[in-house]
């Protein structure tokens, strides 16, 4: 396969202050230069940048690009790894900011990657823009086991749960983490949201699960929606 381009997102100039430069953040993210990209996702909050427009317009293309290599094998496990740290140092800088542009509380969400998956940029993003709608969000990180979920649920009495998956022997413990709750008597006491680039709407009917977000966008619209829905109450 020949190696992948760069794609450059329509219209950036637009979104950005006159005279302003991605291309060397950019060139951070793809080389996995965590410390340049701390500094420029910083001038791009002084100079006044939407954080949304910095994470679309100045870290997505970078990664993007090591995400379609790593895909083609062209790189390998530590290449993006150094991207993925890249990646999370700028969105670590932009998650405070678009919390704060959050209205009033929501509801409460708890988030994680479930067991054996290690994957976590898709379900941080996620994360951010949960608190940017306004959503308190616990986020387990990566690897979570079943137990650490309910226990978790229980102690925030979550109206909404989300679980990330994107291994195709990972998703499978979606459908376990579910029927855990159901063995513990809560499954109807929380909405549950699954996502990850291997599931699918059918895979929700299959794993009992209440809806499914192709991205960080309906992430956010189906948990406004839900979170209106009806459920038992927490005791
Ligand atoms: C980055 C990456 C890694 C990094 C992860 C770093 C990190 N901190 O996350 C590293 C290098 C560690 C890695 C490791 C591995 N990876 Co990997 N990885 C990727 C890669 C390139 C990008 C994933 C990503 O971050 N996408 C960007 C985000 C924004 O998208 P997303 O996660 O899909 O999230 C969006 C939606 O899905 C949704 N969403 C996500 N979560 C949730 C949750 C809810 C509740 C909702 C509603 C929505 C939602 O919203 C998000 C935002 O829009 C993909 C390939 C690709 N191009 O996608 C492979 C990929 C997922 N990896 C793959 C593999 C095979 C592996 C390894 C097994 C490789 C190996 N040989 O060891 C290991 C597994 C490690 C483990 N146990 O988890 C395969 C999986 C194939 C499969 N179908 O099973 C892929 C598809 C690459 C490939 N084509 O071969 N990987």
């Not at 793809?30 to 791009?44: L, S």
């Not at 909404?160 to 413990?173: M, P, R």
Request: net charge negative; proline share 5%; aromatic share 8%.
């Amino acid at each position: 396969m020949s190696d992948p381009v760069r794609v450059t997102p329509e219209g950036w100039e637009g979104r950005a202050p006159d005279g302003w430069e991605w291309v060397t953040l950019w060139d951070a993210v793809e080389t996995g230069d965590h410390i340049y990209a701390d500094e420029r996702v910083q001038q791009a909050i002084d100079a006044d940048i939407d954080p949304r427009n910095i994470l679309d317009d100045g870290l997505f293309p970078g990664f993007n690009l090591q995400a379609e290599r790593f895909s083609a094998q062209i790189i390998f496990i530590p290449e993006m790894l150094i991207t993925a740290r890249a990646m999370k140092a700028g969105l670590a800088l932009i998650r405070p900011l678009l919390a704060a542009m959050a209205v009033k509380p929501a509801g409460t969400f708890v988030m994680g990657t479930v067991l054996g998956d290690m994957h976590d940029i898709g379900q941080s993003i996620v994360t951010i823009m949960l608190e940017n709608a306004g959503f308190n969000v616990i986020n387990l990180g990566t690897d979570v086991h079943p137990d650490k979920f309910i226990e978790t649920a229980i102690e925030e009495k979550a109206d909404l749960v989300g679980f990330s998956a994107l291994l195709s022997t990972t998703v499978y413990y979606q459908k376990v983490t579910i029927e855990e709750f159901q063995k513990a008597g809560h499954r109807d006491k929380v909405h549950i949201l699954i996502g990850g680039a291997p599931t699918t709407p059918a895979w929700v009917e299959e794993c009992g699960a209440d809806g499914w977000g192709k991205d960080a966008v309906e992430a956010v619209n189906l948990a406004l929606k839900l979170v209106k829905e009806p459920r038992e109450a927490w005791a």
